[in-house]
């Protein structure tokens, strides 16, 4: 089974200068920077920020439950009201109230107001990932969109790297709010490379949000590629959310050499990114089965590798890696399957990946008792659960197509 082809056709791709592209994809990644640096790097200032608002930082860590919250809402609501909204005009409102409430969290003088903060700041988050990718997948050939979306996701892969190390650093020595100013600043600065960049685009002139929502919802395959994301993907997280412990009392390692596994996951993320846009020229579907297939054997192996030590280093490297193929690709098929809601398909992906993110730390801390390496048992039965709802997914389109052909 192939993916089917780009929502965005020939006629209706906009007329850019042969640079222009270049230039507008890089906006997009940068806004995709900003926002991964932002929503990571509360967890590197958690205990800075808990000592702020004069709480224990189990407490504090409600404000990255908080967040991810407004990621799952913001997606539906602001895809239903913007899908015949001008897209660079969406991109640059989005990325203004991202700022704005960002630079609230910063100045929040409670507990109750910076949690109402960073509900409210991840609102924007899938929104603008979902237009940002329909944009960029629009100003390139067709074979060429699976690396044009990956581009852009690419942003949110470096932040792992460099933005959020860096952002973490800055509250550690400044202060707690000065990360979150950072955020704000990034923020406008996007929105000021998109206005210069990113070429007037319309939306839908005919789309509205309940034909939208009624043709995506309505959408079996959206809701199987959706549930792969949700459920599939949870066990890289299950893994993440835990990889200090791992390291350090199953691997017997010392505190000081986290960091490097926690780069090394950040470098399999833009490894994997990168390699999602040359799949996804081979084919969608395909990658989504083999990055599934793959990610349950690598968990297998990261349950074996964790107690050597140094070994389980490239281990994470490739969990990580597979990860953002899955990712990308999944983003790529909810675009294909969405029909008509398009907008709502390029975001509602991003709302799939933060219950993953919840399912998958939830479930791995059920079963912490068992030790720190049974998460990675978790994510094999996760990634299983994955493939399995894919193989569902392929032979729910083969009696589509069969019920479709003439008699």
């Known amino acids: 089974m192939t993916s089917a082809p780009t929502t965005t ?15 507008a994809i890089l906006a997009l990644a940068v806004g995709g920077f900003t926002i991964g640096t932002t929503e990571f790097m509360t967890m590197g200032v958690l205990p800075e920020v808990a000592e702020g608002v004069d709480v224990s930082v189990p407490t504090a860590g409600h404000v990255i439950s908080a967040y991810a919250l407004g990621v799952v809402v913001g997606v539906p609501i602001l895809a239903f009201f913007g899908a015949a909204l001008p897209r660079r005009g969406m991109l640059v409102g989005l990325m203004g109230a991202y700022a704005a409430f960002n630079i609230l969290s910063a ?15 991840g609102l924007p988050h899938g929104a603008y990932f979902g237009v940002a990718s329909l944009v960029a997948a629009s100003l390139v050939s067709p074979e060429r969109r699976g690396r044009a979306v990956a581009s852009v996701m690419l942003g949110l892969s470096v932040a792992n790297v460099v933005g959020v190390p860096l952002a973490t650093f800055l509250g550690q020595q400044v202060g707690w709010r000065a990360t979150y ?10 929105a000021a490379m998109v206005l210069a960049a990113v070429p007037s685009m319309p939306g839908d002139p005919e789309a509205s949000g309940r034909k939208e929502a009624r043709e995506f919802f309505g ?32 691997g017997d390692l010392e505190r000081g050499t986290v960091p490097f596994f926690v780069l090394a996951l950040g470098l399999g993320m833009v490894a994997g990114t990168w390699l999602a846009g040359e799949l996804a020229a081979w084919s969608v579907y395909r990658s989504l089965l083999l990055s599934s297939a ?11 590798a964790a107690p050597h030590g140094w070994v389980l280093m490239p281990v994470a490297f490739l969990v990580t890696a597979t990860g953002s193929v899955l990712v990308v690709n999944l983003q790529l098929r909810l675009m294909d399957v969405a029909g008509g809601a398009v907008t709502l398909g390029a975001a509602m992906n991003h709302a799939a990946l933060n219950i993953a993110n919840a399912l998958g730390a939830w479930l791995g801390g ?10 990675a048992l978790v994510g094999a039965a996760l990634a299983t659960v994955g493939l399995a709802i894919l193989l569902v997914s392929a032979t729910v389109h083969r009696r589509q197509v069969a019920a479709a052909a003439p008699a």
């Open 9 to 23: 056709p020939d006629d209706v791709r906009p007329e850019v200068p042969h640079a222009r592209p270049v230039l």
């Open 107 to 121: 100045a929040a003088p409670s507990y109750e107001v910076l949690t109402a903060a960073r509900f409210l700041d």
């Open 181 to 190: 100013l950072l955020g704000g600043l990034l923020a406008l600065a996007t």
């Open 219 to 250: 959408s079996l395959q959206v809701w199987l590629t959706m549930a792969v994301g949700s459920v599939g993907f949870g066990g890289m997280f299950a893994v993440y959310s835990y990889i200090a412990k791992t390291v350090t009392v199953v």
């Open 294 to 304: 793959t990610g349950i054997v690598l968990m297998l192996v990261y349950f074996v």
């Open 366 to 375: 059920i079963v912490i008792a068992a030790g720190y390496r049974a998460p």
